[in-house]
């Protein structure tokens, strides 16, 4: 009975070293096959982030003086100091999404108790220019992108956002690149940024994908194609709806894009810049993968599904009420001990 028992383990032990195997070989085949894209990105960045020697062409001519249709940069922090932000929330929003920029201001992108600060970035569509520059008159925290406003155009927001925040003068601990359908719950995404991610390293943080399939359906919206991407899989990347890092690694981003080609999936494509510059990306379930129980909030760091402004206002207002009830209930809970 015992040698079978022992056999068992040793059969239990072989599997888990196998599996590790297995996982270590992929990370490495993917990370080299990556890096093949653009060898000796890394000693690229770092020669320009740090020597200003730029020793080869960009792959990708992103026009500066024409990306922006409203750029704000003058007037961001004419209404509030900008030295010292804890957080800084980088807002991918539709541009007809009025509703949802105005209840994120009235909620975790403006009522908050860090010393924060949001940005929307958004693209144009024909005929509401009007409109849209009568919010950007009145909040000062539009950065519109001479880009048309489509799902295929969604990782323009990332880059130019990136572009647009390594020449800005916002000095924020943090950066929480988020869009406009989530829920942010402000104290544990500071907690949980203060906790993990240090001013000096590399880093994302966020929900992380390990192993995801390139689409080769040309039918699906999120096709590729071989000539953009060769590879079956794309490396690790975190979820592109909410990925929290720090200033330090997106200036390294911000440099890095114009060498790696643009492909239409915006967070498998921040991966792969990221991948090829070896930043270090942790995984935390606390920024929710798909919608959860309302309850989930109070220990969450963001959640989606609030596509309407009524459900962002509805929960807030429950996350308000409840979030208080708990910190009053820890507070009389430590007076009794204390006493």
Same mark, same amino acid.
């Given at each position: 009975?015992?040698?079978?028992?022992?056999?068992?383990?040793?059969?239990?032990?072989?599997?888990?070293?196998?599996?590790?195997?297995?996982?270590?070989?992929?990370?490495?085949?993917?990370?080299?096959?990556?890096?093949?894209?653009?060898?000796?990105?890394?000693?690229?960045?770092?020669?320009?982030?740090?020597?200003?020697?730029?020793?080869? @062409?960009?792959?990708?001519?992103?026009?500066?003086?024409?990306?922006?249709?409203?750029?704000?940069?003058?007037?961001?922090?004419?209404?509030?100091?900008?030295?010292?932000?804890?957080?800084?929330?980088?807002?991918?929003?539709?541009?007809?999404?009025?509703?949802?920029?105005?209840?994120?201001?009235?909620?975790?992108?403006?009522?908050?108790?860090?010393?924060?600060?949001?940005?929307?970035?958004?693209?144009?569509?024909? @005929?509401?220019?009007?409109?849209?520059?009568?919010?950007?008159?009145?909040?000062?925290?539009?950065?519109?992108?001479?880009?048309?406003?489509?799902?295929?155009?969604?990782?323009?927001?990332?880059?130019?956002?990136?572009?647009?925040?390594?020449?800005?003068?916002?000095?924020?601990?943090?950066?929480?690149?988020?869009?406009?359908?989530?829920?942010?719950?402000?104290?544990?995404?500071?907690?949980?940024?203060?906790?993990?991610?240090?001013?000096?390293?590399?880093?994302?943080?966020?929900?992380?994908?390990?192993?995801?399939?390139?689409?080769?359906?040309?039918?699906?919206?999120?096709?590729?194609?071989?000539?953009?991407?060769?590879?079956?899989?794309?490396?690790?990347?975190?979820?592109?709806?909410?990925?929290?890092?720090?200033?330090?690694?997106?200036?390294?981003?911000?440099?890095?894009?114009?060498?790696?080609?643009?492909?239409?999936?915006?967070? /498998?494509?921040?991966?792969?810049?990221?991948?090829?510059?070896?930043?270090?990306?942790?995984?935390? /379930?606390?920024?929710?993968?798909?919608?959860?129980?309302?309850?989930?909030?109070?220990? /969450?760091?963001?959640?989606?599904?609030?596509?309407?402004?009524?459900?962002?206002?509805?929960?807030?207002?429950?996350?308000?009420?409840?979030?208080?009830?708990?910190?009053?209930?820890?507070?009389?809970?430590?007076?009794?001990?204390?006493?």
């Amino acid at each position: 009975m015992l040698p079978k028992i022992i056999l068992r383990y040793k059969k239990y032990q072989l599997s888990i070293v196998c599996t590790l195997l297995i996982c270590c070989v992929y990370l490495l085949y993917t990370t080299n096959h990556v890096n093949s894209l653009n060898p000796n990105i890394e000693r690229l960045v770092f020669d320009i982030n740090h020597r200003n020697i730029l020793n080869k @062409d960009p792959v990708n001519d992103f026009k500066k003086k024409d990306m922006y249709l409203i750029n704000p940069s003058e007037n961001v922090c004419k209404d509030c100091s900008c030295d010292s932000l804890q957080m800084l929330f980088v807002v991918k929003s539709y541009v007809l999404n009025f509703g949802q920029r105005e209840a994120i201001r009235r909620t975790w992108g403006g009522k908050t108790q860090l010393r924060s600060k949001t940005v929307f970035i958004i693209g144009y569509l024909d @005929d509401i220019k009007y409109f849209v520059d009568l919010e950007s008159a009145k909040h000062k925290d539009i950065v519109q992108l001479n880009v048309y406003d489509q799902y295929q155009n969604v990782v323009y927001k990332t880059i130019y956002a990136l572009l647009w925040l390594s020449k800005m003068n916002i000095t924020s601990t943090f950066i929480h690149f988020v869009d406009d359908d989530r829920f942010v719950n402000p104290v544990n995404i500071y907690d949980v940024a203060m906790n993990n991610i240090r001013s000096t390293e590399l880093v994302m943080m966020g929900y992380m994908i390990i192993r995801s399939k390139t689409v080769r359906n040309k039918s699906w919206k999120t096709y590729v194609s071989p000539e953009d991407y060769p590879f079956d899989f794309y490396p690790p990347y975190i979820i592109g709806g909410t990925i929290l890092t720090n200033t330090k690694t997106v200036r390294m981003l911000a440099i890095a894009v114009a060498y790696i080609k643009v492909i239409p999936i915006e967070d /498998a494509y921040i991966g792969i810049v990221a991948n090829s510059i070896n930043i270090n990306m942790k995984h935390n /379930a606390a920024f929710l993968a798909y919608t959860q129980s309302l309850s989930t909030l109070l220990k /969450a760091v963001s959640s989606p599904g609030y596509e309407t402004t009524y459900i962002l206002l509805r929960d807030w207002n429950w996350f308000q009420m409840n979030y208080h009830t708990i910190e009053i209930k820890n507070t009389n809970f430590k007076k009794k001990i204390s006493g």
